[in-house]
């Protein structure tokens, strides 16, 4: 018991300090881009609105991880039932709403976005934090494929239950790193990661989500071929105690 409340606390601190240092690093940038107009640079304007676009992308940046990490911060709130709007849904619906969610991005990289659900099943789920994992994990292969790729989300239930794949064509993961890849923070190619918009907590709230209906969530990639995630959901997802 004490050793687990060790390792606990120690990942506590490690969450602590890996959020002081994604906030932080933001932060530091705008200041620095703020100070560098005032003390000239703004005097040309190519300088001015290269910075501008330089600072906003920080402030977007920065936004991005306080929503991630509200988000986390409400997901693990007790009690859960008063955050959880559960009710019946249709899977198929669910999907094709992630999709139009993610349609402009998937355009903007001529990649091909597929939704396959042939098949109605009623799920019993929070409809709108179900959309944000699925939503997740596409935005994922979205981001992390080449250009004129295909992206296929489907929806289908079977004997284990209800089950929501994405995959990709894009550049799969290396065996290494899926210990960790639902992990705070964790990213495979950190410097990619940021230049793309990434928070590094993306699985993480995947992997929340998933949990609090009872799920599960894994991932099927090779290398150089690309990825499939994979929620599989209970039957009776959602009767969370
Ligand atoms: P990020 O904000 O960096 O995308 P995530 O938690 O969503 O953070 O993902 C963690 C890491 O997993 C990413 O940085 C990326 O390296 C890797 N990853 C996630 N999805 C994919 C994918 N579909 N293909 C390849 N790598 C991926």
Request: proline residues 4%.
């Amino acid at each position: 018991m004490a050793t687990r409340l060790d390792r606990l606390e120690n990942l506590r601190m490690d969450f602590v300090a890996n959020v002081s240092h994604e906030l932080k690093t933001p932060v530091a940038t705008i200041m620095g881009f703020v100070e560098t107009l005032l003390e000239g640079a703004m005097d040309s304007p190519e300088d001015l609105e290269h910075f501008l676009e330089i600072i906003a992308r920080q402030a977007d940046r920065l936004s991005a991880i306080i929503d991630d990490l509200l988000t986390l911060s409400r997901l693990e709130s007790a009690p859960l039932s008063e955050i959880l709007d559960l009710k019946d849904r249709n899977l198929c619906g669910l999907l094709e709403t992630s999709y139009q969610i993610c349609r402009e991005r998937a355009e903007e990289k001529n990649i091909s976005l597929s939704v396959d659900c042939p098949v109605p099943v009623n799920i019993f789920v929070d409809r709108s934090l179900l959309t944000q994992a699925v939503v997740n994990l596409v935005d994922n292969a979205i981001k992390y494929s080449p250009d004129n790729t295909r992206v296929l989300l489907s929806g289908s239930e079977g004997a284990d239950g209800v089950r929501i794949s994405v995959t990709d064509n894009g550049p799969g993961i290396e065996q290494k790193h899926l210990t960790r890849l639902f992990e705070r923070f964790y990213r495979v190619d950190k410097a990619r990661s940021r230049k793309l918009g990434g928070t590094g907590l993306g699985l993480a709230i995947v992997k929340h989500i998933v949990s609090v209906h009872e799920g599960q969530v894994r991932v099927e990639t090779r290398p150089g071929e690309g990825s499939t995630f994979i929620i599989l959901l209970p039957r009776h997802a959602g009767w969370v105690h």
